[in-house]
């Protein structure tokens, strides 16, 4: 069983940047696609994007693209959401998860092992 910690969410100016990781317990961690959601308050979850095993492979959804970047760091079991200018409708409880099949899909149910999710508030 992989348990996945999400940290590095808080309060943030419009326009600034958080760094996002997401730390598994398991060193199988480091074969899987992992993939970032977000749920705002009074919506349904939301993917953001994803990042191949191997970090090779990302993908991110036009709404952050240009201003999200997904890394991971496979010696140290870990993947990182970098989120730069940041606006207010980016507030969000966020969510690492990881995808044992290797698919990269953006459906919620391709993944296997989830966070607990961390907050991130942009304020205006």
């Known amino acids: 069983q992989v348990q996945l910690v999400e940290s590095g969410g808080g309060l943030v100016q419009a326009g600034g940047s958080l760094r996002l990781s997401c730390t598994a317990s398991?060193?199988?961690?480091?074969?899987?696609?992992v993939g970032w959601f977000r749920q705002a308050p009074g919506k349904e979850q939301e993917f953001v994007g994803v990042?191949?095993?191997?970090?090779?492979?990302?993908f991110v959804v036009d709404s952050v693209k240009g201003r999200f970047t997904i890394s991971r760091d496979n010696a140290k079991n870990t993947v990182y959401l970098q989120m730069n200018s940041l606006k207010p409708e980016d507030t969000a409880v966020y969510y690492c998860?990881?995808?044992?099949?290797?698919?990269?899909?953006?459906?919620?149910?391709?993944?296997?092992?989830w966070g607990q999710g961390t907050q991130v508030t942009v304020s205006s």
């Open positions: 398991e060193r199988t961690f480091s074969r899987y696609a």
């Open positions: 990042i191949g095993w191997s970090g090779g492979t990302t």
């Open positions: 998860a990881a995808d044992s099949g290797n698919t990269g899909g953006v459906a919620a149910s391709l993944y296997d092992y």
